[in-house]
T-cell receptor, first 116, second 112 residues
Framework: NAGVMQNPRHLVRRRGQEARLRCSPM?????VYWYRQLPEEGLKFMVY????????ESGMPKERFSAEFPKEGPSILRIQQVVRGDSAAYFC??????????????FGEGSRLTVL | GEGVGLHLPTLSVQEGDNSIINCAYS??????FIWYKQESGKGPQFIID?????DKRQGQRVTVLLNKTVKHLSLQIAATQPGDSAVYFC???????????FGKGTKLTVNP
């Protein structure tokens, strides 16, 4: 939890609304990962991004979910037309040159989405 | 299950005892493993990692053991303290991939 900033920490949406989750990586980190955690579950990989590029989105649902990491500003995870099943904690993590080189990810505190 | 799993969902120990948390993985191509600690309401925190060319790695009060023959990983915590109470996850990386596959977690409770 060393410096990865996520906001909002808690977000409540009604079904059909949009949710936007933001992640600012640690200073100097150019790699961002998004994971989703359901209650009493482990984290599930969603997407891996570098600045302006999506490297691996194999964990992203095919519809309604998108992610970006622009040249300037935070990474955004966007969920359109939310459904109750989207309720979860969404964690962002960052690393400098890449997981295998650094040996660890730095996770944020998470954004907890509740869909009513 | 998918990738990584754990033998026990909960573990309760007395303060000062040693704790052992186990993890099984199913993918022979996995060559990098990490243990994370997650306290309630927080993000996962890196504890220790190990690559498949090693059998054992030690940190401060923690040791990770890797048995590739039976695809088993364990985390040993020496002299467990109340502050160690958390959910512990093992995670694996599968051969060249940047993504981690997490197990479901073991909840460790340390009794004073």
């Amino acid at each position: 939890n060393a410096g990865v900033m996520q906001n909002p920490r808690h977000l409540v949406r009604r079904r059909g609304q949009e949710a936007r989750l933001r992640c600012s990586p640690m200073k100097g980190h150019s790699h961002v990962y998004w994971y989703r955690q359901l209650p009493e579950e482990g984290l599930k990989f969603m997407v891996y991004l570098q600045k302006e590029n999506i490297i691996d989105e194999s964990g992203m649902p095919k519809e309604r979910f998108s992610a970006e990491f622009p040249k300037e500003g935070p990474s955004i995870l966007r969920i359109q037309q939310v459904v109750r099943g989207d309720s979860a904690a969404y964690f962002c993590a960052s690393s400098p040159p890449g997981l295998r080189n650094t040996g660890e990810l730095f996770f944020g505190e998470g954004s907890r989405l509740t869909v009513l | 299950g998918e990738g990584v799993g754990l033998h026990l969902p909960t573990l309760s120990v007395q303060e000062g005892d040693n704790s052992i948390i186990n993890c099984a993985y199913s993918n022979s191509a996995s060559d990098y493993f990490i243990w994370y600690k997650q306290e309630s309401g927080k993000g996962p925190q890196f504890i220790i990692d190990i690559r498949s060319n090693m059998d054992k790695r030690q940190g401060q009060r923690v040791t990770v053991l890797l048995n590739k023959t039976v695809k088993h990983l364990s985390l040993q915590i020496a002299a467990t303290q109340p502050g160690d109470s958390a959910v512990y996850f093992c995670a694996e990386s599968q051969g060249g991939s940047e993504k981690l596959v997490f197990g479901k977690g073991t909840k460790l409770t340390v009794n004073p």
